[in-house]
């Protein structure tokens, strides 16, 4: 089976990224939404990432069975021959949908990572499906992860260590459970080591749903945060000691809530679009009136 980095996707589907601790008891929005998304398919659960899958597993089959899915099978990893297993490669190819519960996303990588499974988990995402993950399920996603860090505290520059992730989305890094936890530190630490990827922060109960690899929307009752480095002018990170405190200056950052769309090409909000528009028109309409407008000279609005 060829590897799925020597692929090229010709469509993408769409990534459902939760903040953790999502509701799972009153509107349940975020649960809702998965479930829309996969509709009459099959939805697989795997619990890779839990020091308990068989419980986490039948929480998440009433669920969603609640939900109104027909389809809802497990899919557990105790070992690596476990994602090699024909087995559970049958359970991934007719497949919907892919929940990864939280946990340990270490788990989640030193098990399946370069599997037949993680291949499996590719070609459905690049077929159009959904993938979806909660917590350490979120983190997972990323090309590069984020795997142990102190919260709630200024960040020092040694003390953030990370890990290839599954790759299903480049150039931004996730953190969830992100103001509960005070994780703004250390998600500044990893934009810091490298200012080309978004730094992604997501509350609890709140979810980035993303479309094609280019924008997601928030879904939930948090905020969602995303840090941008590339116009950082100082970072001390590779100059000082491990146990400094981290200097940045001029790092942009955007706070999102439900409804809001980031356009992750543009690094831009799409309603911050949809506004520079407003503002350029507002500035057109400050041009006096003349008598006779079919004489003005064109603009640019």
């Not at 459905?124 to 917590?135: A, D, H, K, R, Y």
């Not at 709630?152 to 992100?178: C, K, N, T, W």
């Not at 001390?236 to 706070?255: F, G, R, T």
């Given at each position: 089976?060829?590897?799925h980095?020597q692929?090229?996707?010709?469509?993408?589907?769409t990534?459902?990224?939760?903040?953790?601790?999502?509701d799972?008891?009153g509107k349940?929005e975020?649960?809702?939404?998965?479930a829309?998304?996969?509709g009459?398919?099959?939805l697989?659960?795997t619990?890779?990432?839990?020091?308990?899958?068989?419980?986490?597993f039948?929480?998440?089959?009433k669920?969603f069975?609640d939900?109104?899915?027909?389809?809802v099978t497990?899919l557990?990893?105790?070992?690596?021959?476990?994602?090699?297993s024909?087995?559970n490669?049958k359970?991934?190819?007719?497949?919907?949908?892919?929940?990864?519960?939280?946990?340990?996303q270490l788990r989640?990588?030193?098990?399946?990572?370069e599997?037949?499974?993680e291949?499996?988990i590719?070609n459905?995402?690049?077929?159009?499906?959904?993938?979806c993950?909660?917590?350490a399920g979120?983190?997972?996603?990323?090309?590069?992860?984020?795997?142990e860090?102190?919260?709630?505290?200024s960040?020092?520059?040694?003390?953030l260590?990370?890990?290839?992730?599954?790759?299903?989305i480049r150039d931004?890094?996730?953190?969830?459970h992100?103001?509960e936890?005070?994780r703004?530190?250390?998600?500044l630490g990893?934009?810091?080591?490298?200012p080309?990827?978004?730094?992604i922060g997501?509350?609890?109960?709140?979810?980035?749903?993303?479309?094609e690899l280019?924008y997601?929307t928030?879904l939930?009752e948090?905020a969602?945060y995303?840090v941008?480095?590339s116009c950082?002018?100082?970072?001390n990170?590779a100059?000082e000691?491990?146990?400094?405190?981290?200097?940045?200056?001029?790092?942009?950052l955007h706070?999102?809530?439900?409804?809001d769309?980031f356009?992750?090409?543009?690094?831009r909000?799409?309603n911050?679009h949809q506004?520079?528009?407003?503002?350029?028109?507002?500035?057109?309409?400050?041009?006096?009136e003349i008598?006779?407008?079919?004489?003005t000279?064109a603009?640019?609005?």
């Amino acid at each position: 089976m060829p590897s799925h980095k020597q692929r090229k996707a010709d469509k993408v589907g769409t990534l459902i990224i939760i903040g953790g601790h999502e509701d799972r008891e009153g509107k349940r929005e975020i649960l809702k939404e998965v479930a829309g998304r996969v509709g009459k398919g099959k939805l697989v659960v795997t619990t890779v990432a839990s020091e308990e899958p068989e419980e986490s597993f039948e929480d998440y089959r009433k669920i969603f069975q609640d939900l109104g899915l027909k389809g809802v099978t497990h899919l557990n990893v105790n070992q690596r021959a476990d994602a090699d297993s024909e087995e559970n490669g049958k359970l991934l190819q007719d497949a919907r949908g892919l929940f990864f519960t939280g946990g340990d996303q270490l788990r989640i990588t030193s098990l399946i990572g370069e599997t037949h499974m993680e291949t499996h988990i590719h070609n459905l995402f690049e077929s159009g499906g959904v993938i979806c993950g909660t917590s350490a399920g979120a983190s997972v996603m990323c090309e590069t992860m984020m795997i142990e860090s102190e919260g709630g505290e200024s960040h020092r520059i040694g003390r953030l260590r990370m890990a290839p992730g599954l790759g299903l989305i480049r150039d931004v890094v996730i953190d969830q459970h992100f103001a509960e936890r005070g994780r703004m530190g250390r998600l500044l630490g990893a934009v810091a080591q490298n200012p080309r990827v978004l730094g992604i922060g997501l509350d609890e109960d709140t979810a980035i749903v993303v479309e094609e690899l280019c924008y997601f929307t928030v879904l939930g009752e948090g905020a969602v945060y995303v840090v941008d480095g590339s116009c950082i002018t100082h970072s001390n990170i590779a100059e000082e000691a491990e146990d400094h405190i981290l200097s940045l200056y001029d790092v942009k950052l955007h706070v999102l809530s439900e409804g809001d769309t980031f356009d992750l090409k543009e690094r831009r909000p799409l309603n911050a679009h949809q506004q520079d528009a407003g503002t350029n028109l507002e500035n057109s309409a400050t041009i006096p009136e003349i008598e006779n407008p079919q004489e003005t000279p064109a603009t640019d609005g």
